[in-house]
């Protein structure tokens, strides 16, 4: 008989992810006291030290604490897969995400409902946000797969990359960028113009950021006449006229393609970015999800060519 516990397992787990006792008897709705026998126990059980605590009672990993963790992870992830798989709902399985904006609003509409088709079954769970958000929400377990634009945290997180897209400048339909559409210019030509930027957690923005860096235009001092977080508002915005902005090629398309807006490609070259699939590396992945992901990377590039 193994010498500790499941339940001692999660109470790990838990402090170790709050780096609190008090906050992980909160989620768990134990009492303190109970959250410190079940790590002590466990502790006595592995003969190892698990946390180790300052002078303010802050409590952080031990090496061998960090290996117990990493375990630990894998066997509770393994004991949630069976249970969901066994049980009376299994035939009803979860498909938890997190998605960017640009990737929930043009991307996963189409690939989900073409997943479904062969797999009625499951059930998707979305939330969206920046990129941020969406590495926040993976990172806290509150989604299982994230969608975005950017990567902020390759030491915990796994980028797996579905398809390119490519950053394009909008401005509005007038006669001043007809004109200047009719010349050949490009969207590094308007840089001066009024411009609209979406907020820094965005990853579009670091991206855009990122472009002007590698381009030497990093100093570049722009006009910047509105922040927004919201990625609608800021289209609304440049076809009413108040500036132009740097957004994905996915997000223009429909504006572009109904007059509202007009497209400029950055430079004779485009400026790219990949849509990665991400989530963490401890992830163990259910039946649906493993089905969903393997299905994702083969389909996503297809459906936005």
């Known amino acids: 008989m193994l010498p500790f516990s499941l339940r001692q397992l999660e109470?790990?787990?838990?402090?170790?992810?709050?780096?609190?006792?008090?906050?992980?008897?909160?989620?768990?709705?134990?009492?303190?006291?109970?959250?410190?026998?079940?790590?002590?126990?466990?502790?006595?059980?592995?003969?190892?030290?698990?946390?180790?605590?300052?002078?303010?009672?802050?409590i952080q990993l031990t090496k061998e604490g960090r290996a117990v963790y990493d375990r630990a992870k894998i066997i509770l992830g393994e004991c949630q897969i069976m249970r969901e798989e066994?049980?009376?709902?299994?035939?009803?399985?979860?498909?938890?995400?997190?998605?960017s904006t640009d990737s929930f609003e043009y991307l996963l509409p189409g690939v989900m409902a073409e997943y479904m088709h062969k797999h009625s079954a499951n059930r998707f769970d979305l939330v969206n946000g920046d990129s941020a958000f969406v590495h926040e929400q993976l990172l806290k377990g509150n989604a299982r797969l994230g969608f975005s634009g950017t990567a902020l945290n390759r030491k915990e997180l796994r980028y797996r990359t579905v398809c390119r897209d490519q950053l394009v400048m909008i401005t509005p339909n007038n006669a001043r960028y007809r004109e200047m559409k009719a010349q050949g210019l490009y969207g590094r030509d308007l840089l001066q113009e009024p411009m609209i930027v979406r907020g820094q957690t965005s990853g579009t923005k670091k991206e855009f950021d990122r472009y002007l860096e590698q381009n030497g235009l990093g100093d570049?001092?722009?006009?910047?006449?509105?922040?927004?977080?919201?990625?609608?508002?800021?289209?609304?915005?440049?076809?009413?006229?108040?500036?132009?902005?740097?957004?994905?090629?996915?997000?223009?398309?429909?504006?572009?393609?109904?007059?509202?807006?007009?497209?400029?490609?950055?430079?004779?070259?485009?400026?790219?970015?990949?849509?990665?699939?991400?989530?963490?590396?401890?992830?163990?992945?259910?039946?649906?999800?493993?089905?969903?992901?393997?299905?994702?990377?083969?389909?996503?590039?297809?459906?936005?060519?």
């Open 220 to 305: 570049l001092k722009l006009h910047i006449v509105a922040r927004m977080n919201q990625a609608d508002a800021v289209k609304s915005s440049v076809a009413n006229g108040l500036g132009v902005a740097v957004i994905s090629e996915m997000a223009a398309r429909k504006y572009a393609v109904s007059g509202d807006l007009l497209t400029f490609a950055l430079d004779p070259e485009g400026a790219y970015r990949n849509i990665y699939l991400l989530y963490r590396k401890d992830t163990v992945f259910s039946k649906a999800e493993h089905g969903f992901v393997s299905f994702a990377l083969t389909h996503i590039k297809k459906s936005v060519l």
């Open 11 to 58: 109470v790990f787990v838990a402090a170790a992810e709050h780096q609190s006792f008090t906050a992980a008897a909160n989620e768990l709705a134990f009492a303190q006291s109970t959250v410190s026998t079940h790590i002590k126990g466990l502790e006595d059980a592995l003969g190892v030290l698990l946390f180790s605590r300052d002078a303010k009672k802050q």
């Open 86 to 99: 066994t049980s009376e709902q299994s035939c009803q399985q979860q498909i938890s995400i997190a998605a």
